[in-house]
């Protein structure tokens, strides 16, 4: 019997470790990624000014796992019905499958925005953006990031206050089409955030929709903005191995009865009937859900704890659940903990605990060290 977790993200690796210690002998685990390394990527706008700091937040596989047979290669194609996953040096058949591919960056078709906006998902991409805002920093100008979820807001802070370490001229401009930042969370914790932003020096602009890109100007409702750099952090589409597509799942988080879908690679609904946000907190939540779901459904086929083979489980439905929220601004930080809202060097402290637990939860004990001393040696600096 073969289990195949497509990713190693949050989700994925979550996954992935657990189901080594829960799955019984003989069950063969495959992890498939397109990278042989993790990447906390909510981390990773720290690199754009901070460069050393991907040392800290990218974690080898094989130093992670340990039964998985770990698959180093790009999912093309996943085709369900015959339970065959097309990739782009081999093919696997499975048994059981969890998708958590994650998501990629989404331009909506706006012209020019694919060509001149950088976006920041990958090592490679905050390192472009750093080398492309340094030039910025040097010929005084504009940088624009269209977006103001959590990832177009930790960007543009980083940009701000890189441009202040080096004494620079710079505006860091947010574009969002809604009407305040951070649209998706709490009242209180949008509110704290601006209030993170203006005290960073970042202009604001809410109710503003991007239509378009040009090499130095982004089009904005009828007028243009001009620009030196441009970050694009406006939205997400599903994997390319899924046309683009980011499938509904519900509590049990199944597409089918024999695949899985979870973290950012899904439209995750759980078991209250809740739209669940796209964040590390959930995939690493539902990754718990699937792990618990997977070692039923593969006991039950082979009839583990004296059953028969072949009954059906009864499977955990998920609930999203979580204590808080929190997003760092340059060298300041926003975290809302039940009612409480609160900034500074607490809302600091808590940003890198969350980044250093994560690693030390999936075994990178060095990197969780390293992350938790640069984060808290330099007061986000």
């Known amino acids: 019997m073969r289990v195949v977790v497509l990713g190693a993200g949050y989700a994925g690796l979550t996954l992935a470790r657990r189901l080594e210690s829960r799955l ?76 958590c591919l994650g998501a990629e960056t989404a331009f909506y078709d706006l012209s020019g925005v694919r060509e001149y906006g950088l976006p920041l998902k990958r090592l490679d991409h905050a390192r472009r953006l750093r080398e492309d805002f340094l030039d910025t920093c040097d010929a005084g100008g504009r940088a624009v990031v269209g977006g103001a979820g959590l990832s177009g807001v930790q960007v ?139 070692d039923r459904l593969v006991r039950a086929d082979r009839g583990h704890d004296g059953g028969d083979a072949g009954f059906d489980p009864r499977l955990e439905s998920f609930r999203f659940d979580v204590p808080g929220w929190i997003v760092s601004v340059g060298e300041d930080a926003v975290a809302k903990v039940g009612p409480k809202v609160l900034r500074g060097s607490p809302a600091r402290a808590m940003k890198a605990t969350v980044g250093a637990g994560h690693l030390s939860s999936v075994g990178a004990i060095t990197q969780a060290a390293e992350l938790a001393r640069e984060e808290l040696g330099h007061g986000g600096r």
Do not use: C
Not at 28 to 42: A, C, F, I
Not at 43 to 70: F, K
Not at 91 to 99: F, K, M
């Open 24 to 99: 019984p002998d003989g069950v063969d685990l495959v992890v498939v990624d397109e990278s042989d390394t993790h990447l906390v990527q909510h981390e990773l706008h720290r690199v754009v000014r901070r460069p050393a700091v991907a040392d800290a937040i990218t974690v080898p596989l094989a130093d992670v796992l340990s039964r998985a047979t770990i698959h180093t290669s790009r999912v093309e194609r996943l085709d369900r019905e015959s339970r065959r996953i097309h990739l782009d040096d081999d093919t696997l058949e499975y048994d059981y499958a969890a998708i």
């Open 156 to 294: 543009a802070g980083e940009l701000a206050a890189l441009a202040a370490d080096r004494d620079a001229d710079v505006e860091v401009t947010v574009l969002e089409r809604l009407e305040s930042v951070a649209p998706a969370f709490p009242d209180a914790f949008q509110s704290a955030v601006r209030d993170a932003l203006d005290d960073a020096g970042v202009t604001v602009h809410t109710g503003a929709q991007v239509t378009g890109a040009t090499p130095d100007a982004v089009a904005v409702d009828g007028r243009t903005i001009p620009y030196h750099t441009f970050v694009w952090t406006g939205g997400i589409r599903g994997s390319t191995a899924l046309a683009g597509d980011r499938p509904v799942v519900r509590g049990d988080l199944r597409l089918d009865a024999h695949t899985f879908a979870i973290g950012d690679a899904a439209k995750v609904v759980d078991a209250d009937g809740e739209a669940v946000p796209a964040s590390a907190a959930a995939a690493i939540r539902e990754a718990r859900t699937v792990a618990t779901n997977l």
